[in-house]
């Protein structure tokens, strides 16, 4: 029988009273399982971290999730973090580095949101910490006042490059996303190519600029109520589609 593929889910610490805790959202988890990818399990962003390597051997692909904090700024810049920006250092240790090992050792990567800004600064590009106080940008965050669902909607359109692989996916040039991001990229990582751009101009989506591993990164949040959009479920099928073939490639069918 075939082993599902494993596929590692960084965690974000929490402080949740007088402990610490390591946690995932469950919707991310659910869209590992019901897209067909594989198997989730987390990787707990410890500070120091875990060994790595050892940890990605046993993995067929990484999903780099959303989170509620930011980047710790000194990854990228040496301007300060703004008043209230909420910070994770032991996932931006974990991460960081994962991501560059990953490349090197094939791993395949999904990244959306933080995730997406993760790939960009392990790749030596920076972020813009407020896009919406950033000149010619528009405000890409959401309205907490309202419900999930209204939070989750298509917020805006964006342009996929022609001949890449989300217009691949979608079959068109141009799809509708939900946008709940404060911050965004500044400067273009090495060895990343833009995937999509949203009408502002800012970077939406970005891909390694190579066959192999895969790796794509999504600013949006294709997790949410993913099969009901084929769009956000042919993202996950690719990837899962990565995730099978190094499955199957770490231990072939006798």
């Given at each position: ?17 007088a ?24 990787l ?18 990484l ?6 904090s ?13 008043v ?9 240790r ?36 407020k896009?919406?106080e ?34 691949a ?21 090495r ?12 970077i939406?989506a970005i ?17 949410w109520?993913?099969?009901e ?7 996950f ?18």
């Open positions: 029988m075939r082993r599902l593929p494993l596929i590692g889910l960084p965690t974000d610490r929490k402080q949740i009273g402990h610490p805790y390591q946690t995932v959202g469950e919707k991310y988890l659910r869209a590992i399982i019901d897209s067909g990818c594989g198997t989730p399990l987390l707990p962003s410890l500070d120091p971290p875990l060994p790595l390597a050892a940890v990605l051997e046993q993995f067929d692909g999903f780099l999730t959303g989170s509620y930011n980047i710790e700024p000194h990854h990228y810049s040496d301007e300060p973090s703004y209230g920006n909420f910070h994770d250092p032991a996932r931006d974990t991460t960081l580095a994962l991501i560059r090992l990953a490349i090197t050792m094939q791993v395949p990567i999904l990244a959306v949101c933080r995730g997406f800004q993760e790939v960009n600064v392990a790749l030596g590009g920076s972020l813009l910490q896009v919406h950033t000149p010619g940008y528009a405000d890409h965050r959401e309205d907490e006042q309202q419900t999930l669902d209204q939070q989750y909607a298509p917020a805006h359109p964006v342009d996929l490059v022609p001949g890449g692989w989300l217009a996916i979608a079959g068109c040039q141009r799809v509708s996303v939900n946008s709940l991001h404060g911050q965004g990229i500044g400067v273009l990582g060895d990343l190519l833009v995937e999509a751009r949203a009408g502002d101009g800012l939406e891909r390694l600029d190579a066959p192999l591993p895969f790796l794509l990164a999504v600013q949006w949040h294709p997790e109520k993913m099969l959009n084929p769009f956000y479920l042919g993202i099928q690719a990837f899962a589609k990565a995730a099978q073939a190094r499955a199957q490639s770490r231990n072939p069918t006798p």
